[in-house]
């Protein structure tokens, strides 16, 4: 497009009193040369938007720059479709952080240049339209599979349910009876499961066609264009997808990996599944397995696999709750009795209710115990032994029968089931502490996956109980419309889920050196028989660690590319003064940049010698940004972006942490040119630190001044 530029300057918010608005006027018109420059004492109130509105009406503006407030407010009011818009954040960055008015000054004056510089390099987006489907691919037939298709069918979408087993229902089939859902977990403390009514609610669902003994055989494209092909008793059929919701459930841990307490060796101990099994098929009697006697005195061995280092780190999460239940099948016989063996009893929210109503049973004995074995009483029934009492004491405990509360294991542990033909991989990457659950960014979107357009709900994402699966279901099935209509518009979802841009590479240049494909957190690069690599702008959450990771930066958005970045970065001003440094701050637009906002918004100051640059991703930071940084004489530079590794808080998964594995390189190079290493750093900032910010950029400026000035300063 031919652009028209226009500036505007806010007076607003003190920026007036701080700020020589006619200075930077001049800088504009003359040596940046935009053709209308205006201020105004109040851009966001309706007569500011007026003002804007009339000269794109009259004088063909296209092209705005937005002087005044973080680009984190009002983003309603300056909305302008159609226009290229740049707001540049002098109230916060300038006039909040900074305490002497030259200082102020000259901070919004390079802000401003350089928020010209971005909107002359930028283009207006051109959003990515292919032709697509909204069909959804559920993949389980379980509480959490049929609970995500019926939410998606009664929203009027189209619904493939693909079912493993010859029937839906999942484990919820094996169950006897249910906890109650509702307050106040009183009489009845058990409740029938009705998965009748909902299998025959999803069968008869005229938006819900039904795939069961099958099993999806590939997944390939991309989101609004997955070509899945599901196999039943040998025949294959291809579909047309949108957006998938991965349910497929769980599996109970192996039993005799748990030696000690003597599954496989004593039929009379079975594992929790086994024992809904015997009370659904006696009618709620329970029944010994070895002889066919009535059990009497049932021990249960809570954590049996989980919180254990050598089987399964984590809590399972609904085991506690199940053995509650399973102790009422016990008392139902009035002369039997029940005894919960724990480490700790977990019942999360108002399943509390229901625990407290167990203590009332004088017929259920609950005890923190480790149990240590299972041993013959030599009458036909168990020992059970334990130690860390809440007596202190060992004790042994005579049984009829022990149930072991077996942790929970995704059902992808072992078995990709979406098979995908992705280059990254046939399954969704996962957490790799624990057990295959899949990375469904936790911390920042749930159900999201690091696979685009696939969303992962009940316990392929986590243990969890059959209420929080139907809670988790609705997640992802919302999740999955939001992905289907985004789509549809070309439009990014998220975390950018406004962003209309896709990377575009001149593939020209391109060497196939496999970096771009290797280092995208979602698998949106796949490459061709020759090693070539071809985007999928679909599965792409534009976080642009593509356009960091290439070597021949040739990747770029239409409003975001390596260019753009580096011709900001030399705009910048370097003092000519040795005991005066100019340090530049790449910023993560998703906390860390909200943290400065913070900072600025509690008026918190910061070393003059900063300037703030936003990035997409930290991941997204090509290293041409950092030797033209220093070769222009900038004295240091430092990364700051989310927090990665286990716990990671990066909005793209690996941004933060590939940027920090680049610096590697980065700083050896350094030492090459005789420049020190230290000059660039990288630092972790989650979004409520804002109170370190302070901090972490006066260590930094006090650490470069130890190093001394850039000896490239000046040239």
Same mark, same amino acid.
């Given at each position: 497009?031919?652009?028209?530029?226009?500036?505007?300057?806010?007076?607003?918010?003190?920026?007036?009193?701080?700020?020589?608005?006619?200075?930077?006027?001049?800088?504009?018109?003359?040596?940046?040369?935009?053709?209308?420059?205006?201020?105004?004492?109040?851009?966001?109130?309706?007569?500011?938007?007026?003002?804007?509105?009339?000269?794109?009406?009259?004088?063909?503006?296209?092209?705005?720059?937005?002087?005044?407030?973080?680009?984190?407010?009002?983003?309603?009011?300056?909305?302008?479709?159609?226009?290229?818009?740049?707001?540049?954040?002098?109230?916060?960055?300038?006039?909040?952080?900074?305490?002497?008015?030259? *200082? /102020? =000054?000259?901070?919004?004056?390079?802000?401003?240049?350089?928020?010209? +510089? !971005?909107?002359? %390099? #930028?283009?207006?987006? $051109?959003?990515?339209?292919?032709?697509?489907?909204?069909?959804?691919?559920?993949?389980?037939?379980?509480?959490?599979?049929?609970?995500?298709?019926?939410?998606?069918?009664?929203?009027?979408?189209?619904?493939?349910?693909?079912?493993?087993?010859?029937?839906?229902?999942?484990?919820?089939?094996?169950?006897?009876?249910?906890?109650?859902?509702?307050?106040?977990?009183?009489?009845?403390?058990?409740?029938?499961? *009705? /998965? =009748?009514?909902?299998?025959?609610?999803?069968?008869?669902?005229?938006? +819900? !066609?039904?795939? %069961? #003994?099958?099993?999806? $055989?590939?997944?390939?494209?991309?989101?609004?264009?997955?070509?899945?092909?599901?196999?039943?008793?040998?025949?294959?059929?291809?579909?047309?997808?949108?957006?998938?919701?991965?349910?497929?459930?769980?599996?109970?841990?192996?039993?005799?990996?748990?030696?000690?307490?003597?599954?496989?060796?004593?039929?009379?101990?079975?594992?929790?599944?086994?024992?809904?099994?015997?009370?659904?098929?006696?009618?709620?009697? /329970?029944?010994?397995?070895?002889?066919?006697?009535?059990?009497?005195?049932?021990?249960?061995?809570?954590?049996?696999?989980?919180?254990?280092?050598?089987?399964?780190?984590?809590?399972?999460?609904?085991?506690?709750?199940?053995?509650?239940?399973?102790?009422?099948?016990?008392?139902?016989?009035?002369?039997?009795?029940?005894?919960?063996?724990?480490?700790?009893?977990?019942?999360?929210?108002?399943?509390?209710?229901?625990?407290?109503?167990?203590?009332?049973?004088?017929?259920?004995?609950?005890?923190?115990?480790?149990?240590?074995?299972?041993?013959?009483?030599?009458?036909?029934?168990?020992?059970?032994?334990?130690?860390?009492?809440?007596?202190?004491?060992?004790?042994?405990?005579?049984?009829?029968?022990?149930?072991?509360?077996?942790?929970?294991?995704?059902?992808?542990?072992?078995?990709?089931?979406?098979?995908?033909?992705?280059?990254?991989?046939?399954?969704?990457?996962?957490?790799?502490?624990?057990?295959?659950?899949?990375?469904?960014?936790?911390?920042?979107?749930?159900?999201?996956?690091?696979?685009?357009?696939?969303?992962?709900?009940?316990?392929?994402?986590?243990?969890?109980?059959?209420?929080?699966?139907?809670?988790?279901?609705?997640?992802?099935?919302?999740?999955?419309?939001?992905?289907?209509?985004?789509?549809?518009?070309?439009?990014?979802?998220?975390?950018?889920?406004?962003?209309?841009?896709?990377?575009?590479?001149?593939?020209?240049?391109?060497?196939?050196?496999?970096?771009?494909?290797?280092?995208?957190?979602?698998?949106?690069?796949?490459?061709?028989?020759?090693?070539?690599?071809?985007?999928?702008?679909?599965?792409?959450?534009?976080?642009?660690?593509?356009?960091?990771?290439?070597?021949?930066?040739?990747?770029?958005?239409?409003?975001?590319?390596?260019?753009?970045?580096?011709?900001?970065?030399?705009?910048?001003?370097?003092?000519?003064?040795?005991?005066?440094?100019?340090?530049?701050?790449?910023?993560?637009?998703?906390?860390?940049?909200?943290?400065?906002?913070?900072?600025?918004?509690?008026?918190?100051?910061?070393?003059?010698?900063?300037?703030?640059?936003?990035?997409?991703?930290?991941?997204?930071?090509?290293?041409?940004?950092?030797?033209?940084?220093?070769?222009?004489?900038?004295?240091?530079?430092?990364?700051?972006?989310?927090?990665?590794?286990?716990?990671?808080?990066?909005?793209?998964?690996?941004?933060?942490?590939?940027?920090?594995?680049?610096?590697?390189?980065?700083?050896?190079?350094?030492?090459?040119?005789?420049?020190?290493?230290?000059?660039?750093?990288?630092?972790?900032?989650?979004?409520?630190?804002?109170?370190?910010?302070?901090?972490?950029?006066?260590?930094?400026?006090?650490?470069?001044?130890?190093?001394?000035?850039?000896?490239?300063?000046?040239?």
């Amino acid at each position: 497009m031919d652009k028209k530029l226009a500036l505007y300057i806010c007076s607003g918010c003190g920026i007036g009193e701080a700020v020589n608005i006619e200075k930077i006027s001049n800088i504009a018109k003359n040596a940046q040369r935009i053709p209308v420059v205006k201020s105004h004492f109040a851009l966001c109130a309706q007569e500011g938007v007026d003002l804007i509105k009339a000269d794109m009406a009259n004088e063909g503006v296209n092209t705005i720059i937005i002087a005044a407030c973080s680009n984190r407010v009002k983003t309603d009011v300056f909305n302008f479709p159609g226009c290229i818009v740049e707001r540049v954040a002098v109230r916060e960055l300038a006039l909040w952080l900074l305490e002497a008015p030259e *200082d /102020i =000054q000259l901070a919004a004056e390079d802000y401003i240049k350089m928020g010209i +510089i !971005k909107a002359q %390099k #930028s283009e207006l987006p $051109e959003p990515y339209i292919m032709e697509t489907v909204k069909n959804i691919l559920v993949i389980g037939g379980g509480i959490t599979g049929m609970t995500a298709a019926l939410k998606c069918a009664d929203m009027g979408y189209n619904v493939v349910l693909v079912e493993k087993e010859a029937q839906l229902g999942g484990f919820v089939n094996k169950l006897y009876k249910q906890i109650p859902t509702t307050l106040p977990y009183k009489e009845p403390l058990i409740v029938d499961t *009705d /998965i =009748q009514s909902m299998i025959k609610t999803v069968e008869s669902h005229p938006k +819900i !066609k039904v795939y %069961k #003994s099958s099993k999806v $055989e590939k997944t390939e494209g991309q989101p609004g264009a997955f070509d899945v092909t599901i196999t039943t008793n040998g025949s294959s059929e291809v579909v047309k997808i949108g957006t998938i919701v991965l349910a497929a459930g769980w599996k109970p841990y192996d039993a005799t990996k748990l030696e000690h307490l003597g599954y496989g060796q004593f039929k009379d101990v079975v594992t929790s599944i086994e024992f809904e099994e015997i009370a659904k098929k006696n009618n709620g009697k /329970i029944i010994r397995p070895s002889d066919g006697k009535p059990a009497k005195k049932v021990a249960f061995i809570q954590c049996a696999g989980s919180r254990d280092p050598n089987h399964l780190p984590y809590c399972s999460a609904m085991c506690c709750a199940t053995s509650l239940k399973q102790a009422r099948y016990v008392r139902q016989d009035d002369s039997a009795c029940a005894m919960i063996f724990y480490k700790d009893i977990r019942t999360p929210g108002r399943t509390e209710y229901y625990y407290k109503e167990a203590q009332n049973d004088a017929g259920v004995m609950l005890t923190k115990a480790d149990v240590t074995g299972i041993s013959d009483a030599g009458n036909g029934n168990l020992y059970v032994e334990a130690e860390n009492t809440l007596l202190g004491e060992k004790i042994k405990v005579e049984a009829d029968l022990v149930v072991l509360a077996v942790g929970v294991v995704p059902a992808t542990a072992d078995d990709p089931i979406i098979n995908l033909q992705y280059r990254q991989g046939l399954g969704l990457p996962d957490l790799d502490l624990y057990n295959g659950f899949a990375d469904s960014n936790f911390i920042c979107f749930q159900y999201e996956t690091r696979r685009t357009g696939i969303y992962a709900a009940g316990c392929v994402r986590q243990p969890m109980n059959m209420s929080e699966a139907v809670e988790d279901a609705t997640g992802a099935a919302l999740k999955a419309i939001q992905c289907a209509e985004h789509v549809a518009k070309g439009q990014a979802v998220h975390p950018r889920a406004w962003d209309l841009t896709y990377p575009d590479p001149f593939m020209q240049k391109c060497t196939a050196c496999k970096r771009c494909t290797e280092e995208c957190p979602f698998g949106a690069i796949d490459e061709d028989e020759k090693g070539t690599p071809y985007f999928k702008p679909n599965r792409c959450r534009r976080c642009a660690t593509c356009m960091g990771a290439c070597p021949e930066r040739i990747i770029s958005f239409k409003d975001y590319h390596v260019d753009m970045i580096g011709t900001m970065l030399k705009n910048v001003s370097v003092p000519s003064e040795d005991d005066n440094p100019r340090l530049i701050v790449l910023v993560c637009e998703n906390d860390a940049y909200p943290a400065l906002d913070s900072a600025a918004f509690a008026k918190i100051k910061i070393d003059r010698a900063v300037r703030f640059v936003q990035l997409r991703c930290l991941g997204s930071t090509n290293l041409v940004w950092i030797a033209d940084a220093l070769s222009r004489g900038v004295d240091g530079m430092l990364l700051l972006g989310c927090k990665y590794g286990e716990n990671y808080q990066c909005h793209f998964a690996k941004g933060s942490e590939l940027a920090n594995y680049r610096l590697g390189k980065v700083q050896e190079t350094l030492g090459r040119l005789q420049l020190e290493a230290e000059r660039v750093q990288m630092v972790q900032l989650a979004i409520d630190e804002y109170n370190q910010v302070p901090k972490i950029i006066s260590d930094f400026v006090e650490r470069v001044k130890e190093i001394g000035p850039n000896p490239f300063k000046g040239f």
